[in-house]
């Protein structure tokens, strides 16, 4: 089956920790995405990717690192510096190259954080 | 900076009413347009999109989204709803040459029976 995997679905941890969200892709995409879906604030950008070994800021990556060294994984640190970590992220990727392509999202990860 | 505004946020109507939902962005090079759509415990999954060409572009289920170059604009229209088009529907925007891609606040959808 090709697709996006997020892991775990929900996640739990405590204020100050870093936590690591994982996303794994077989899809061979280039870009890769990650969102924060909160209520009313639509899905806003935290990083980017458009390569392997290379990454973008988004709007809010304030308190997140993510790394690309492979084609296949992206994966987003939350760490303590997020001031309002809870809230729910969404992985994304599509063909790199050209502006055009579909969009293809995982099924999100819950982060709470107590 | 690229940027998508979507001014509905709550949307109610009857079955068989007409939709449209409002879609403005504000970079004014080369651009891509999407529609996605989040049915209730579902992923984000692609309406349409206009990249070239004819301006009006058709989508699945019914929906159809015409891109204005002059009002930075790409609303989403649906000639007569049904109770399965509730949803939340998000507007995105790519720049031609550049992946980032960026998704407007939402607008969610509630159409009663």
């Known amino acids: 089956d090709g697709g996006i995997t997020q892991s775990p679905k929900y996640l739990f941890r405590k204020e100050g920790q870093n936590v690591t969200l994982s996303c794994e892709q077989n899809?061979?995409?280039?870009?890769m995405y990650w969102y924060r879906q909160d209520p009313g604030q639509g899905l806003r950008l935290i990083y980017y990717?458009?390569?392997?070994?290379?990454?973008q800021k988004g709007d809010i990556a304030e308190g997140y690192s993510v790394s690309r060294e492979k084609k296949e994984s992206f994966p987003l640190t939350v760490t303590s510096a997020q001031k309002n970590p809870t809230a729910f992220y969404l992985c994304?990727?599509?063909?790199?190259?050209?502006?055009?392509?579909?969009?293809?999202f995982g099924q999100g990860t819950r982060l709470t954080v107590v | 900076a690229q940027s998508v505004s979507q001014h509905n946020h709550h949307v109610i109507l009857s079955e068989a009413a007409s939709l449209e939902l409002g879609c403005n962005y504000s970079?004014?090079?080369?651009?891509?347009l999407f529609w996605y759509v989040q049915y209730p415990g579902q992923h984000l999954q692609l309406l349409l999109k206009?990249?070239?060409?004819?301006?009006l572009v058709k989508g699945i289920k019914g929906f159809e989204a015409e891109f204005i170059k002059s009002k930075f604009s790409f609303n989403l229209r649906k000639p007569s709803v049904q109770w399965s088009d509730t949803a939340e529907y998000f507007c995105?925007?790519?720049?031609?040459?550049?992946?980032?891609?960026?998704f407007g606040t939402g607008t969610r959808l509630t159409i009663i029976p």
């Open positions: 994304a990727s599509r063909t790199g190259g050209v502006g055009n392509t579909e969009a293809f």
């Open positions: 990717s458009q390569i392997v070994n290379d990454f």
């Open positions: 995105a925007v790519t720049n031609f040459g550049n992946e980032k891609l960026t």
């Open positions: 899809l061979n995409h280039d870009a």
């Open positions: 970079y004014g090079g080369t651009v891509n």
């Open positions: 206009y990249f070239s060409g004819d301006p």
